[in-house]
C-alpha cells in the first residue's frame, strides 16, 4: 500500500482552514494508503525554542489529537506519532542538509515571513533550514503522497529534489511523492487576511463553542465598500462568501444571498445569520465527537504512544537503507570486523 505523510505543528488547536487544507484529504484517503500524521514539535522549535513554549507541546498535542479524532482520523488505521520521539528524523535531516544550497533555501517563498511573524529580525539557521526537515519526515516513512495547503506546496517540491538526488548519488531508497493541495488550496482568514492562521488571530477552531462562532462570523470583514444594505456588493473574494461556498450546504440559499447582495437588496446582518447557522451545522457534529473523545482518560496519550512506537520501527528501518546505500554502513562494518578480528588474536595470544 502507498503511504502519505502530513501533520501539524503542535501551536494551539486546529482551524477550518487546517480543515479545508489537509484534514479533509486526510480523512478520505486514510484506508487507500497507511498513513502517517507528524505532530511536529521540532519544528515549533524553530520560531518557539523557548522553555515555556516546549512545556506547551503535550497539551497542544492533546488538542491536535482530538480534533482529528474529532473529523474522523481512525487512529486504528493511521499512525499519529511525536516527531521528536523518533530521533532518527535528526539523522536523516543532516544527511539531506548536504544535498540541498543556502540559496535554494532562500529562494523558498514564506520563509522571510515565518521569521517577521516570529519577530526575529534575523534566520535562525534551524529555520532556514526547517524545509529540509520537513523533507525529511516526509521520507522517514517513505512516502508517496503529502497532502497539505498551498504554502506547502514548494516544500514538496524540494523534497522531490532531494529523493532524487539521494537516489542518483547513492542508491534507490526513496518514493519521490507528490502533492495533494486541498479543494480550498489557502482559505482566507476571518479578517479578509490572505491566510487563516492562528498568529493572525484571525481563525474559526473546530473546537470553538457555537456562541464564539457567531460572535467570530458577526465581526467577519466583508465588502468595505458596502456602507448600506442597497449598495450593490462584491461577491467574489469576499470571505463571507467564501465560507458560504465552502461550508453551507444549501446551495440554493447561497445563490439567492450572492444575487441579492449584488443587487444591494440585502444586509449583511441576514448573510453572516445564515452563515453562522451553516457553520454551527457544519461544526455540531465535530464537537459532539470532540467532547466525547476528550472523556475518555488516556485515550489520547495512548494513541500518540502507540503510533510512536510503530514510527521508531518505520524509521530504524529506512535508516538502515540510508546508511547502507551510502556506504556508510559499510564503513563501520569494516572497522568492527576488524576491531573483532584483532581483539580475537590477541585473546589467543594471552
Ligand atoms: P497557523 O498559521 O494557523 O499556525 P500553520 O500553517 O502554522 O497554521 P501548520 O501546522 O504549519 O499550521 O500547517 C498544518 C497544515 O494546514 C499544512 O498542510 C498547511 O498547509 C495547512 N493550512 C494551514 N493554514 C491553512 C489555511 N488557511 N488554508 C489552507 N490550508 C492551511
Ligand atoms: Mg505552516
Known amino acids: 500500500m502507498k503511504r502519505i505523510l502530513t501533520g501539524d505543528r503542535p501551536t494551539g488547536k486546529l482551524h477550518i482552514g487546517h480543515y479545508v487544507g489537509s484534514l479533509t484529504n486526510r480523512v478520505r484517503l486514510q484506508r487507500e494508503y497507511e498513513c502517517y500524521f507528524i505532530i511536529a514539535d521540532l519544528h515549533m522549535l524553530t520560531t518557539r525554542p523557548d522553555k515555556a513554549s516546549i512545556e506547551e507541546i503535550g497539551r497542544n498535542s492533546r488538542d491536535i489529537v482530538l480534533d482529528y479524532l474529532a473529523v474522523g482520523i481512525d487512529p486504528a488505521v493511521s499512525t499519529i506519532y511525536l516527531q521528536s520521539a523518533v530521533p532518527e528524523v535528526y539523522e536523516l535531516n543532516l544527511i539531506f542538509e548536504m544535498l540541498v544550497t543556502v540559496p535554494r533555501l532562500q529562494r523558498l517563498p514564506g520563509l522571510k515571513d515565518m521569521a517577521r511573524s516570529a519577530q526575529l529580525n534575523e534566520m535562525p539557521f534551524g529555520l532556514l533550514g526547517y524545509p529540509i526537515l520537513q523533507s525529511a519526515d516526509i521520507l522517514l516513512p517513505r512516502a508517496h503522497l503529502v497532502p497539505v495547503g498551498k504554502d506547502n506546496e514548494a516544500h514538496v517540491e524540494m523534497t522531490r529534489e532531494i529523493a532524487r538526488r539521494f537516489n542518483g548519488q547513492y542508491d534507490e531508497v526513496f518514493p519521490i511523492p507528490d502533492v495533494l ?9 476571518t479578517d479578509g487576511g490572505a491566510k487563516m492562521s492562528k498568529s493572525l488571530d484571525n481563525t474559526i477552531f473546530l473546537s470553538d463553542p457555537a456562541d464564539v462562532v457567531e460572535r467570530k462570523v458577526r465581526g467577519m470583514y466583508t465588502d468595505p465598500n458596502r456602507v448600506r444594505a442597497d449598495v450593490p456588493g462584491t ?43 451553516a457553520m454551527n451545522a457544519f461544526l455540531d457534529p465535530i464537537r459532539e465527537r470532540r467532547a466525547a473523545f476528550a472523556e475518555e482518560k488516556g485515550l489520547v496519550e495512548s494513541i500518540i504512544f502507540a503510533g ?39 585473546a589467543k595470544e594471552h
Not at 449584488?262 to 452563515?275: F, Q, S
Not at 510503530?310 to 538502515?320: F, G, N, P, V
Open 308 to 346: 510512536t512506537q510503530r514510527m521508531k520501527e518505520e524509521a530504524r528501518a529506512t535508516l538502515s537503507e540510508v546508511r547502507k546505500a551510502m556506504g556508510l554502513a559499510g564503513v563501520w562494518n569494516g572497522i568492527r570486523r576488524k576491531a573483532e578480528k584483532a581483539a580475537k588474536i590477541s
Open 235 to 277: 461577491v467574489e473574494g469576499n470571505p463571507v462568501f467564501v465560507y458560504h461556498d465552502v461550508f453551507n450546504d444549501n446551495t440554493v440559499e447561497v445563490e439567492d444571498l450572492k444575487e441579492r447582495y449584488r443587487a444591494g437588496r440585502v444586509g449583511d446582518v441576514e448573510v453572516k445569520e445564515k452563515l453562522t447557522r
Open 181 to 189: 493541495v486541498g479543494d480550498v488550496p489557502t482559505l482566507v482568514g
